[in-house]
């Protein structure tokens, strides 16, 4: 996969006052894995995009970048 932004994890945290590390605890995912996400290097699954947003209490597509 070409390394395209494709989402907007690393705002949303930023935005959200939010550290990488509350995200793997709650997640329980690895922490390289939610530093791959956050620099794109690496997407998320639409499942954990969803589980995501529900922690954030944010809509799916405000951590996506636009395509429009």
């Keep these: 996969m070409s390394n395209k932004e494709i989402n907007r994890i690393k705002v949303v945290l930023a935005v959200k006052k939010i550290k990488n590390k509350w995200l793997v605890?709650?997640?329980?995912?690895?922490?390289?894995?939610?530093?791959?996400?956050?620099?794109?290097?690496?997407?998320?699954?639409l499942d954990t995009l969803l589980e995501m947003s529900i922690l954030l209490e944010i809509d799916i597509r405000e951590l996506l970048i636009s395509t429009k």
């Excluded at 690895?30 to 690496?42: V, Y």
Aim: with cysteine; proline share 10%; aromatic share 4%.
């Design 25 to 45: 605890e709650k997640l329980k995912k690895n922490p390289s894995s939610i530093s791959q996400w956050c620099t794109n290097e690496r997407q998320p699954s």
